[in-house]
T-cell receptor, first 117, second 114 residues
Framework: AQKITQTQPGMFVQEKEAVTLDCTYD???????LFWYKQPSSGEMIFLIY??????QNATEGRYSLNFQKARKSANLVISASQLGDSAMYFC??????????????FGQGTELSVKP | DTEVTQTPKHLVMGMTNKKSLKCEQH?????MYWYKQKAKKPPELMFV???????INESVPSRFSPECPNSSLLNLHLHALQPEDSALYLC?????????????FGDGTRLSIL
């Protein structure tokens, strides 16, 4: 069975500094996808970044980048130049491959990030 | 603004009431989802619709009844709920058959059961 582990329940970072949120995963599939979502206190789940298992380069989206280490089964999210608006819950998720049944997401427990001014 | 619209944003209901949550998307997605989320926990999948047909029911109690009238709309009918059903209910949609496409979520409905 697929599993996502986020070992940091909460983290603090100083404004303008970089922060890394950890995510490890377990799967027997050769082909899989990993997603990171941000959830502010308002509730909306915001898609941040995607990494495919066959992607040769680490994904980047603006200030977000993914440190993907396939052999270690880790997909850590790096946020550069933290802003106060980055304070939120962050979830790492893996998509379970289902044929014509939609894509079931397996979520980690989340990391609550607080950015200090 | 999200591309998945959920109404209402907040709902308070008694245990004997019947109410419905609504979700709408116009991105042409053929997979739609309902999730339940408790505070500071990850979302828990409840139902998946693929091409307007129920494809996954994660052993959800029958007091929750999903409905997909067309490819853009998803409803969740609520009846005789319990206090423990108080939570944030999230709707999501995604393209079917494309593993690299994310699920797009709505803002959610915050449900309180009295």
């Amino acid at each position: 069975a697929q599993k996502i582990t986020q070992t940091q329940p909460g983290m603090f970072v100083q404004e303008k500094e970089a922060v890394t949120l950890d995510c490890t995963y377990d799967t027997s599939d050769q082909s899989y996808g990993l997603f990171w979502y941000k959830q502010p206190s308002s509730g909306e789940m915001i898609f941040l970044i995607y990494q495919g298992s066959y992607d040769e380069q680490n994904a980047t989206e603006g200030r977000y980048s993914l440190n993907f280490q396939k052999a270690r089964k880790s997909a850590n999210l790096v946020i550069s130049a933290s802003q106060l608006g980055d304070s939120a819950m962050y979830f790492c998720a893996m998509r379970e491959r289902l044929y014509n049944q939609g894509g079931k997401l397996i979520f980690g427990q989340g990391t609550e990030l607080s950015v200090k001014p | 603004d999200t591309e998945v619209t959920q109404t209402p944003k907040h709902l308070v209901m008694g245990m004997t009431n019947k109410k419905s949550l609504k979700c709408e998307q116009h991105m042409g997605h053929r997979a739609m989802y309902w999730y339940k989320q408790k505070a500071k926990k990850p979302p828990e999948l409840m139902f998946v619709y693929s091409y307007e047909k129920l494809s996954i029911n994660e052993s959800v109690p029958s007091r929750f009844s999903p409905e997909c009238p067309n490819s853009s709309l998803l409803n969740l009918h609520l009846h005789a709920l319990q206090p423990e059903d108080s939570a944030l209910y999230l709707c999501a949609s995604s393209q079917e058959g494309q593993d690299n496409q994310p699920q797009h979520f709505g803002d959610g409905t915050r449900l309180s059961i009295l």
